[in-house]
């Protein structure tokens, strides 16, 4: 019987019997799009803030990653909920452009981290729940660790809008530092990465906490993603387990029946 085709991203699902169901539809559109976007932001951050428009382009590619990050979740209710949850953090980016009130500000970012957050569940549940690795768990893993980062960059901004003396700036002019832009890129990246160069120094009791548990996710994100991919790339898949069984059932037969005909003599 001939096989039918699989939609590219799917979620297979196995009966207790080893027989595969109808495959659940997990992401509609690639990841590697969403991926690229994402190292688009971060490469061409460090040369916006001395630019007169910088802000404008920033706020432009903050709004593509928002929503290259809602097109990368799966239909139905999960597609909703992203829609639901982006929609106050794109149309916030652009309120805070045009102005720039601390409440505009505070209600644009808590609304940009929670969808964030939602999206890196859903990343890591399609890198969990992925019956194989190839190409699009690979874009997700990357992405779910870069899009981490952003997310961290985002509460060290707010933080440091609430409360400019959070961090201390010990390279440099102190009086032109803010923790904003690629600067808190910069330090998401560094504190995620567990590098630390102490240019840049967490003083207040919620900017340490924030850095001591992005310090930490980051660790566990790493060595629980490369022990997830490498069960992933050793584990066969429920169909190729099946198709094992029925090679070695048949074999067993043949084996059987050889040692039959040799214990029975000829007539």
């Given at each position: ?67 290259f990050a809602v097109l990368s ?104 530092e803010s923790m904003k832009g ?86």
């Amino acid at each position: 019987m001939p096989q039918t085709a699989q939609p590219k991203h799917v979620e297979m699902h196995t009966s207790p019997q080893g027989t595969q169901r109808r495959p659940k539809p997990v992401f509609r559109f690639s990841v590697g799009y969403f991926l690229g976007v994402l190292v688009l932001n971060i490469l061409i951050s460090p040369f916006l803030d001395p630019l007169r428009g910088g802000i404008l382009i920033e706020t432009t590619l903050m709004t593509l990653v928002l929503l290259f990050a809602v097109l990368s979740i799966a239909g139905g209710r999960r597609a909703l909920v992203g829609v639901v949850l982006v929609a106050p953090a794109a149309l916030g980016e652009w309120l805070s452009f045009w102005r720039p009130e601390m409440l505009i500000y505070v209600m644009t970012r808590g609304a940009g981290l929670l969808f964030i957050g939602f999206v890196v569940v859903e990343l890591l549940r399609f890198i969990v729940y992925a019956p194989r690795v190839d190409s699009e768990v690979l874009c997700a893993a990357v992405a779910g660790y870069l899009l981490s980062g952003l997310a961290w960059s985002l509460a060290y901004t707010l933080l440091g809008r609430l409360d400019p003396n959070s961090f201390v700036f010990t390279l440099g002019p102190k009086s032109t530092e803010s923790m904003k832009g690629f600067t808190a890129l910069y330090f998401s990246f560094i504190t995620l990465s567990t590098v630390g160069y102490g240019d840049i120094v967490p003083v207040s009791g919620p900017a340490r906490m924030l850095a001591m548990v992005e310090a930490m996710f980051g660790m566990f994100y790493v060595t629980l993603l490369i022990a997830r991919l490498v069960s992933l790339y050793s584990s066969k898949s429920p169909l190729e387990a099946v198709n094992g069984e029925k090679i070695a059932g048949k074999k067993r037969i043949r084996s059987e029946n050889s040692q039959t005909s040799s214990n029975n003599p000829e007539e």
